[in-house]
């Protein structure tokens, strides 16, 4: 297969390229890199492009869809819950459907938290496509625009990305790749969730609401991402920009 991407070398959002190699027909994921360079790419592949999927919402993963949708002469989809809200989009798609190629098959996945219709797509055999939900060393916030809640988020990760075979490769929308075995073994918050890392005691502020850092990662672009719990019991995944450290 022909998997390929665009990358914006600001925010380091990803455009995926999804194409069997024999057939020469695919997909292209999120449309927030250089648009140009994107349909450049697809022109290099010699690839006839049937759809763009739009994981969700946010700008950085929807800028270049009209000008690639007219350039590809293809629909662009999203999840109901993201259609009215991303720019271009004429269907669409929800867990469970399949773009069916001769050789291969792209299902979607519904994995919500980052946004209410997030979606991400498994190609068996070749990996899974994570959007803002599963990056290498860290995941998605809970806070932006459109989202929904943090068990929404771990709920997405832990039963519908990390339940598949430890060798499949993760294509995030953001950053590098990796695999669900790595990410189950190595990623902070997993670790965690697992019960395998003790969750952190610091107390810290979000806007100036009180919480505990219960964990502190890295995230793709070289800062920081926080799981933090409010005084209630409501957790969050939160930019570590927004943080402030405070001193008992």
């Not at 995944?237 to 001193?247: K, L, N």
């Amino acid at each position: 297969m022909i998997i390929d991407r665009v990358q914006h070398p600001g925010h380091l959002v990803n455009s995926w390229l999804i194409a069997g190699r024999e057939e020469a027909r695919g997909l292209v994921v999120d449309t927030g890199a250089d648009p140009g360079e994107i349909l450049a790419l697809v022109r290099r592949h010699n690839v006839r492009i049937v759809g763009i999927v739009c994981t969700h919402r946010h700008f950085d993963h929807t800028a270049g869809n009209e000008y690639l949708a007219r350039n590809l002469g293809c629909p662009v989809y999203a999840h109901p819950l993201e259609r009215p809200h991303v720019a271009g989009a004429t269907e669409e798609i929800d867990a469970g459907h399949e773009f069916t190629f001769s050789k291969w098959t792209a299902r979607v996945i519904h994995i919500p938290g980052h946004t209410a219709g997030q979606i991400g797509l498994h190609v068996p055999g070749e990996g899974v496509w994570t959007a803002d939900t599963l990056f290498k060393g860290s995941v998605g916030g809970t806070v932006g625009t459109g989202h929904t809640t943090f068990d929404d988020l771990k709920r997405s990760v832990m039963e519908t990305i990390l339940s598949l075979p430890p060798e499949t490769k993760i294509y995030p929308g953001h950053g590098e790749t990796t695999t669900v075995g790595s990410e189950f073994e190595r990623n902070p918050f997993v670790r965690v969730w697992r019960g395998l890392d003790e969750p952190g005691t610091r107390p810290a502020r979000v806007e100036g609401r009180r919480v505990t850092v219960e964990v502190w990662a890295r995230d793709y672009d070289g800062g920081h991402k926080a799981q933090v719990v409010f005084p209630g019991g409501e957790r969050a995944i939160v930019p570590g920009s927004r943080v402030q450290r405070v001193t008992l």
